[in-house]
């Protein structure tokens, strides 16, 4: 375990020396570490002063606290398009219950909080009050399309939160067995001096 350790240390060293000593590679490397690629919506991450680990850490953190910031914007336009569906379904439920009540000469008069909505929906003018039957049953046959297709968006959106959700258990993944190598380097270094 000490060979290997010291073995990954050397060529990191070496490796580490001989982009440095390369122009070109070197100044690829400082422009990505600490110029514009590391900028973004939370803010740049100046690394010039902090050492390799803490550098790779701060990146970690960074790309996992972005992770989070999308996932719970996903997870928001999940919970607003689950809420635009369950008031779709009310309406229909609403016009389901003007269909089950009487009718005077074939006319259904509906509430006024159903007008509103119906003519929210851009079904119908929210000043009209009396529908026939066949008006109500292609009311609702629109609404059932509207919510069709916001159950294909939410499936999409779906796939999209369970991808986030990887990428973030990925990102603490990373994160944790990175702080766990660099303990196991630091007790294996702290151990062969001993």
């Known amino acids: 375990?000490?060979?290997?350790?010291?073995?990954?240390?050397?060529?990191?060293?070496?490796?580490?020396?001989g982009i440095m000593m390369n122009d070109q590679a070197y100044q690829s490397?400082?422009?990505?570490?600490?110029?514009?690629?590391?900028?973004?919506?939370?803010?740049?991450?100046?690394i010039t002063s902090m050492d390799i680990e803490t550098a790779l850490m701060a990146v970690q953190q960074q790309r996992t606290q972005l992770l989070d910031t999308q996932l719970n914007n996903q997870i928001q336009d999940v919970q607003k398009r689950n809420e635009e569906i369950a008031k779709k379904n009310d309406t229909m439920a609403e016009i389901n219950g003007a269909l089950a009540g009487e009718s005077v000469n074939g006319q259904y008069l509906i509430p006024d909080d159903l007008a509103a909505k119906l003519a929210a929906e851009g079904i119908a003018d929210a000043s009209k009050k009396e529908y026939t039957a066949e008006e109500l049953i292609q009311a609702t046959e629109k609404l059932k399309g509207s919510i069709?297709?916001?159950?294909n968006s939410q499936q999409m959106d779906m796939l999209q939160l369970q991808s986030m959700t990887n990428k973030r258990n990925e990102a603490f993944d990373v994160m944790s067995n990175f702080i766990k190598k660099m303990e196991d380097s630091r007790s294996s270094i702290i151990g062969n001096m001993r």
Do not use: E, H
């Open 148 to 151: 069709d297709n916001l159950s």
């Open 1 to 17: 375990m000490i060979v290997t350790t010291a073995a990954s240390l050397l060529v990191g060293v070496v490796a580490g020396t």
């Open 29 to 46: 490397v400082k422009q990505a570490v600490g110029g514009s690629a590391t900028n973004n919506s939370i803010g740049q991450i100046d």
